[in-house]
């Protein structure tokens, strides 16, 4: 498998850990060396593991959490870090998503997830534009 491959996986083992509501799964993914990072939509940054893991917990345990499914992945490999770009699909909604690998003993561990809402889709736009 190759490491794009290997990433790739990672990401879809990170989405179904959120679609089956499997904290223990979820946890498993997180790194535990590398510095962590969380950015849930609408929420202010999470730094810290103990907390990230908080909030999954909280997430995945709440029953009207919404179902999600990810598409259209992309992997951009720098090394023993990886980081997929991807959309959530949500029921009233999509949001554009980043989930950073780092490699922890010889896994792709995920150390940082961030999803925002997506404003305004413009197709016959090939590149994205400038906020500021």
């Excluded at 999470?46 to 992997?75: H, T, Y």
Aim: include cysteine; glycine fraction near 6%.
């Amino acid at each position: 498998m190759t490491d794009s491959d290997a990433a790739l996986a990672a990401n879809l083992e990170f989405y179904r850990a959120f679609a089956t509501r499997d904290v223990a799964a979820m946890d498993a993914l997180w790194a535990r060396q590398a510095p962590v990072a969380c950015l849930h939509p609408g929420w202010t940054a999470l730094k810290d593991r103990d907390a990230i893991m908080q909030s999954w917990e909280g997430i995945l345990s709440n029953p009207d959490a919404p179902r999600i499914a990810c598409f259209d992945e992309q992997v951009f490999l720098y090394g023993d870090v990886a980081l997929v770009l991807c959309e959530e699909e949500l029921e009233g909604g999509t949001l554009a998503a980043s989930n950073l690998f780092v490699r922890e003993d010889n896994e792709w561990r995920i150390a940082h997830h961030h999803a925002g809402q997506i404003v305004g889709r413009h197709p016959e736009d090939d590149e994205p534009s400038r906020l500021n």
